[in-house]
T-cell receptor
């Protein structure tokens, strides 16, 4: 595998479920990001990790919980979501947090019922 | 509040018909302005970063320019494969990335 991969590509979950999104980068980068892309809205940065440490949390509700066990893997744990959380969740990586050249994964299309 | 807007929302061009996309930004201390391309069902793909007014960058049929309030993405003689959504984003000194809503470009053969 090359680049940034995300699994699953599609996910349907009920409001009481707990699920996790996974992201893996094969680029040797030190920074990883979670973004939310909703229909008709701009891309929203959710979390930033640098060398496995969270450096930014853009006022994201606690029902979204990120985890970065190492510099290649990033998870987004989901619980008690709302229908308005339905969106495309994108993971990205870059050499470090000062690099603007971010490489994005294909995203996970999440539907909350 | 930091803000990035893009116009037009959608643009249809004939193959070979050059045009420009606009990105207007209001950020407290711009560190960088960047452009991405996003195809349906895929994540954004990095195109350019611009750091200061007057800077220009080119890649194939695309040229990005930056002023103190705007950035333009000029597309010269576009081809159908240039059809995509083009995203503009700004990075400020507060370490925040602010994206615009994008311009959806369709190039007809």
């Amino acid at each position: 595998e090359t680049g940034v991969t995300q699994t699953p590509r599609h996910l349907v979950m009920g409001m009481t479920n707990k699920k996790s999104l996974k992201c893996e980068q094969h680029l040797g980068h030190n920074a990883m990001y979670w973004y939310k892309q909703s229909a008709k809205k701009p891309l929203e940065l959710m979390f930033v990790y640098s060398l496995e440490e969270r450096v930014e949390n853009n006022s994201v509700p606690s029902r979204f919980s990120p985890e970065c066990p190492n510099s290649s893997h990033l998870f987004l744990h989901l619980h008690t979501l709302q229908p308005e959380d339905s969106a495309l969740y994108l993971c990205a990586s870059s050499q470090d947090t000062t690099s603007y050249e971010q490489y994005f994964g294909p995203g996970t299309r999440l539907t909350v019922t | 509040e930091d803000q990035v807007t893009q116009s037009p929302e959608a643009l249809r061009l004939q193959e070979g018909e050059s045009s420009s996309l606009n990105c207007s930004y209001t950020v407290s201390g711009l560190r960088g302005l960047f452009w991405y391309r996003q195809d349906p069902g895929k994540g954004p793909e990095f195109l350019f970063t611009l750091y200061s007014a007057g800077e220009e960058k080119e890649k194939e049929r695309l040229k990005a320019t930056l002023t103190k309030k705007e950035s333009f993405l000029h597309i010269t003689a576009p081809k159908p494969e240039d059809s995509a959504t083009y995203l503009c984003a700004a990075h400020n000194y507060g370490q925040n990335f602010v994206f615009g809503p994008g311009t959806r470009l369709s190039v007809l053969p």
